[in-house]
């Protein structure tokens, strides 16, 4: 083979294994809105890659043997970039249509409509590639494996480039464009010093428009807000480094998501909390804790929490992981805001942290549905007591179910707390058979929670209550068991509640309105 269609053939394979790579990772993104960004999305994802690839490196044996590999490789990459080119606009209905099916299937479902017909074509191209290299027997075990690596490489640099560079400055959209790109810009290549026929002519204007239609595509930018109807706007929308940021407004409402998940509620004239979750928080650490001055809260989102706790006094600090979120918080919810924000995950925020530090810590980081597992262990909750003055409180909020068997993990939880500290309780913030917010309260003494009083938030009509919570939860259950860093199986134990969760968004948000 000529020293030009060798390197040809060796960025064709560095780009093909960047393509697979930046598609795998960018599942999570784009099915985060309906189906979070779970253990079984993941599974989903991963799965569906390697089945689409084995499948792809079959078909691409026997085709390689079947016709010149050359060309069949570089219509294979056209198509693939075409296919790429189209995942932005079949998302939604693919989304919406699978979700039907639940969470499980329909994730797995969605990844696969999604993902698998290009990633079947990426995997015909190794076979296609080494065919189209090897001159001889002599040259065999030296030209594939070179041919292997250069694969890899490329997946190692679109792996990097999409987590550190891509999504954060570029967007989901513009990734996915970029990655079409990719594949059809070597097939151009080739189709240009293909012989003058009617294939060459068909497949170079294929490449062409290809080319084309995403550097184009590339320019669109979305003018905020989008009214799309039943009175929903759209803000505010970026890709973070965690996670799809999103401010919605509805009436005076305002709502910040993070990959389709509903993390903060404001009502923007009033500024109270619209759910009851952050009221409650609020009443059960000052109740518990009524003289506490230095507080830190885990897990920023709007802020509201923050705020809430600086009006009441307290000098707060704030631990929020995505800058993204941090920036939103700022400008939408909580504006200037007198206290100091550290951008950094909160157990490695501890963990640098002087002991006793803190009056009371408040842990409310979610990733999206559910906190993060390193963040419900017992060597977690050694660090938080660590942290806390003597008589200090800590206070954590987790969604979940408060009776029966789906209340498995609101028990583990209250059994992980109750390992490290002496005195733990949780409040229902709902008194329902579903999935609620859960708050607990803990400390190194015992306390006694007066009645709460004068703690107001707003129902989703916007008319404005005073008191909550539902009831105390037994956390009692021979069920329950320790989180350590070894064993935390969160990811199985929410899924009930997870699963709610989404159904309740589905149903409170038009397709749109998480999708847009």
């Not at 989304?95 to 099916?101: H, Q, R």
């Not at 913030?429 to 917010?437: I, K, Q, S």
Request: glycine share 10%; net charge positive; with cysteine.
């Amino acid at each position: 083979m000529k020293k030009g269609r060798l390197l040809l053939l060796s960025v064709t394979v560095a780009c093909s294994g960047a393509s697979v790579l930046v598609l795998e990772i960018l599942g999570s993104r784009l099915m985060a809105p309906v189906y979070g960004t779970t253990l079984y999305v993941w599974s989903s994802l991963i799965a569906v890659t390697m089945f689409a690839l084995s499948l792809g490196y079959a078909a691409g044996g026997r085709l390689a043997d079947r016709c010149p590999p050359l060309p069949a490789l570089y219509r294979i990459l056209a198509a693939a970039g075409w296919l790429v080119l189209f995942i932005p606009l079949l998302r939604v209905p693919l989304l919406t249509g699978t979700v039907k099916l639940g969470l499980g299937a329909g994730g797995l479902a969605a990844a696969f409509l999604l993902l698998a017909p290009s990633l079947v074509l990426l995997g015909c191209v190794a076979p296609l590639a080494a065919k189209a290299a090897v001159a001889g027997l002599g040259e065999l075990g030296g030209r594939v494996g070179g041919l292997y690596a250069l694969s890899t490489i490329g997946s190692l640099a679109g792996a990097l480039a999409t987590g550190f560079l891509l999504i954060p400055f570029a967007g989901v959209t513009r990734v996915l464009l970029f990655a079409a790109f990719l594949l059809f810009l070597p097939a151009f290549v080739f189709w240009m010093g293909a012989p003058r026929t009617a294939e060459r002519r068909f497949w170079r204007a294929l490449t062409v428009f290809g080319m084309l239609a995403c550097l184009l595509w590339s320019l669109h930018r979305t003018s905020y807000p989008v009214a799309r109807g039943g009175g929903f706007s759209i803000l505010h929308k970026t890709d973070g480094p965690y996670g799809e940021i999103k401010v919605v407004q509805y009436s005076s409402v305002r709502l910040l998501l993070i990959d389709g998940t509903l993390q903060t509620a404001l009502e923007v004239r009033s500024h109270l909390p619209l759910f009851p979750y952050a009221a409650a928080v609020e009443g059960l650490l000052y109740a518990a804790h009524p003289g506490a001055r230095d507080v830190l809260l885990v897990g920023l989102g709007g802020g509201i929490l923050a705020e809430a706790f600086r009006l009441e006094g307290s000098r707060v600090t704030a631990v929020e992981i995505d800058p993204a979120v941090a920036a939103a918080a700022r400008r939408f919810f909580t504006g200037p805001g007198d206290f100091p924000v550290a951008l950094e995950d909160g157990r490695t925020f501890l963990a640098r942290t002087s002991p006793a530090s803190w009056d009371a810590i408040v842990l409310d980081a979610y990733a999206g549905e559910a906190p993060p597992p390193h963040l419900l262990t017992r060597e977690f909750y050694s660090l938080v007591r660590r942290s806390l003055r003597p008589g200090g409180t800590g206070v954590a909020n987790l969604i979940s179910f408060s009776r029966g068997p789906e209340a498995r993990l609101a028990r583990c939880l209250g059994r992980t707390i109750g390992a490290v500290f002496p005195w733990v309780e949780a409040y229902a913030v709902e008194d329902t058979d579903g999935a609620t917010n859960i708050i607990f309260v803990f400390s190194d003494n015992p306390r006694t929670i007066r009645r709460l009083a004068n703690v107001k938030f707003l129902t989703v009509n916007e008319q404005q209550v005073t008191g909550l919570l539902g009831r105390k939860v037994d956390l009692s259950g021979p069920d329950g068991f320790v989180f350590t860093d070894e064993f935390c199986p969160t990811e199985r134990l929410s899924l009930a509640a997870r699963a709610a969760m989404r159904r309740h968004l589905l149903q409170l948000f038009k397709p749109w309105v998480l999708l847009e």
